[in-house]
C-alpha cells in the first residue's frame, strides 16, 4: 500500500518535469490553431466505445475521412459529471469536483477556479454566438456559466435535441461553440446493459439524429470551417451500470472532423474524453489556460506534434483536492 502511494506520488512529481505545449503551425499548409469557424460537440451519454459495435451509418460517413479513437479514457469516476465537467473545463474531476448531485443544487456562474470552454470563448469573442443543447439538463446549470450569454436549451427527449438544434440552425443562428448531450443511450444501457440489443440499437437511433444535425449544417452552408466531434462520457457494465473501471465503463469514443484532421488519424495512446476541451479551444483559436490538464492529441491534427500532459496548477493543489475527496477516492485511484 506504502510502496503503491510513493509510486502514485513519484509519478505525479515526474510530471512536474513536463512543459506546456506550444502552439504548433503547419509545415504544409493551413495552421489548426483558429483555423475554424465553429466547432459542434456531439455528446452521447453512456455510449462509451460501443459505438464501434453498433450500426452507425452516420457516424460513418461523418468521420469517413476523420479521426476515430473508441479506447480513449473517461475521467474516473465514470459518472456523468465528472465526465461532462471534464470535457468542458479540461481538468479532471478532482480539480472541478462535480457530481450529478451538485449540478442540480449550485448554478455555476463565471466567477469560478475552472471556466468552462465556453467561458473562454465568451472572453476571447465577446459577440459570438454559444449554445448548448442538453437533455440532461444540469448541464446546463452546473457547469456551463449562466452569466455568459451562451444560449441554452433543454427540450426533454433526444428526438426533440434534434428538432431544437435544427430549428437553431435554420433561424440563422452560427454558433461558434455548440455543445450537445444525447441522453437515451445511457437509458438503454442501465435497462439493458452493453451487450444488449435495446443498447446498440438506441446508439443506432442516435446516430440518426447525429445525422439530422449534420444535415441541418450542410444544409445551412455550415460544414465549411467546422470541427465536429462525437464524444461518449463513459460506457456501461454488461449488467448495466457504470461509475467503475472496468473497460466497459471507461474507454469511450472520441471521433473528430474537419479540413485539418488527419484522416484516418490514431490519437496519441492515453488521450482522454476530456481533451475534447483542448481540442475545441485550439480549433477556435483560444489559448488554453496554464491550469487545464487536457491536450491536443498527437497524430490528430496535421500541424501539431504530441506534447506531454501538462501538470496543470501543480501537484501540491492536486493532492490537497485529492484527499478533501477522501480516503476511499485516493484507494480506488491507486489500489
Ligand atoms: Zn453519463
Redesign the pocket.
Known amino acids: 500500500m506504502i510502496k503503491k502511494v510513493l509510486a502514485v506520488l513519484t509519478a505525479l512529481t515526474v510530471s512536474v518535469l513536463v512543459t506546456i505545449p506550444a502552439f504548433a503551425s503547419g509545415e504544409d499548409g493551413e495552421s489548426s490553431f483558429g483555423a475554424y469557424s465553429r466547432v459542434i460537440i456531439l455528446g452521447v451519454?453512456?455510449a462509451g466505445s460501443f459505438i464501434e459495435q453498433a450500426d452507425t451509418p452516420n457516424f460513418d460517413r461523418i468521420f469517413e475521412n476523420g479521426a476515430v479513437k473508441y479506447n480513449a479514457r473517461a475521467e474516473f469516476k465514470t459518472?456523468?459529471a465528472q465526465?461532462?465537467g471534464a470535457m468542458l473545463t479540461g481538468v479532471s474531476y478532482i480539480n472541478h469536483g462535480f457530481t450529478n448531485g451538485s449540478l442540480s443544487k449550485y448554478e455555476r456562474t463565471s466567477d469560478t477556479e475552472y471556466p468552462s470552454i465556453f467561458a473562454l470563448v465568451r472572453d476571447k469573442m465577446p459577440e459570438a454566438k454559444l449554445a448548448s443543447v442538453c437533455n440532461?439538463s444540469p448541464i446546463n446549470h452546473g457547469i456551463i456559466e449562466t452569466d455568459i450569454g451562451v444560449d441554452k436549451i433543454n427540450p426533454g427527449d433526444d428526438d426533440k435535441v434534434t428538432e431544437a438544434i435544427c430549428d437553431y440552425y435554420n433561424a440563422g443562428n452560427d454558433p461558434a461553440l455548440l455543445f450537445v448531450q444525447f441522453?437515451s443511450v445511457?437509458g438503454a444501457g442501465h435497462s439493458h446493459g452493453n451487450s444488449s440489443s435495446e443498447y446498440l440499437d438506441q446508439i443506432n437511433i442516435v446516430d440518426g439524429y447525429i445525422g439530422q444535425v449534420y444535415d441541418c449544417l450542410d444544409e445551412n452552408g455550415l460544414l465549411d470551417d467546422a470541427l465536429i466531434i462525437v464524444v461518449a462520457?463513459?460506457g456501461h457494465t454488461k449488467a448495466g451500470g457504470?461509475g467503475g473501471i472496468t473497460r466497459g465503463e471507461s474507454l469511450v469514443t472520441l471521433a473528430v472532423s474537419g479540413k485539418t484532421v488527419i484522416p484516418g488519424a490514431d490519437m496519441s495512446r492515453g488521450t482522454k474524453n476530456r481533451d475534447v476541451a483542448a481540442i475545441a479551444l485550439y480549433a477556435l483559436g483560444v489559448e488554453q489556460p496554464a491550469h487545464m490538464t487536457a491536450v491536443v492529441p498527437g497524430n490528430l491534427f496535421c500541424d501539431v506534434p504530441a506534447s506531454p500532459r501538462p501538470v496543470g496548477d501543480g501537484v501540491l493543489k492536486f493532492i490537497v483536492k485529492l484527499l478533501t475527496y477522501g480516503f476511499n477516492t485516493l484507494y480506488a485511484l491507486i489500489d
Open positions: 451519454d453512456g459518472v456523468s465526465n461532462w440532461w441522453d445511457d462520457d463513459h457504470h
